[in-house]
Nanobody, 117 residues
Framework: VQLQASGGGTVQSGGSLRLSCDADGNASIRVMGWYRQTAEKQREFVASRHRNGDTEYGEAVTGRFTISRDGPKNTAYLQMNSLKPDDTGVYYC?????????????WGKGTQVTVSS
């Protein structure tokens, strides 16, 4: 299973972007989530969504970002509103994928998000 993240770009402060993460194949995915890597911090948790609908958000994005998921398509979206320069970074998608023996984390390549002041 491969994960493909898209939707990154450059936006002014206060703007919005929507990221997508597509998982190919028909894998059973328990959780899909987003992390980001900024210049100042280690990889930081952004948001996740369990297939049962439960969601979690990092403190820095709560109230501004929304994660959703299209289950049949194994696609996750991250709607990012009220973007700030501190949100600049490379955003990575992660999925917990059933391997037949257990769940395993799979990472996609990142997509760059740049927020200008």
């Amino acid at each position: 299973v491969q994960l493909q993240a898209s939707g990154g770009g450059t936006v002014q402060s206060g703007g919005s972007l929507r990221l997508s993460c597509d998982a190919d194949g028909n894998a059973s995915i328990r959780v899909m989530g987003w992390y980001r890597q900024t210049a100042e911090k280690q990889r930081e948790f952004v948001a996740s969504r369990h297939r049962n609908g439960d969601t979690e958000y990092g403190e820095a994005v709560t109230g501004r970002f929304t994660i959703s998921r299209d289950g049949p398509k194994n696609t996750a979206y991250l709607q990012m509103n009220s973007l700030k320069p501190d949100d600049t970074g490379v955003y990575y998608c992660k999925a917990e994928i059933w391997t037949g023996f257990g769940y395993k984390d799979k990472w996609g390549k990142g997509t760059q998000v740049t927020v200008s002041s």
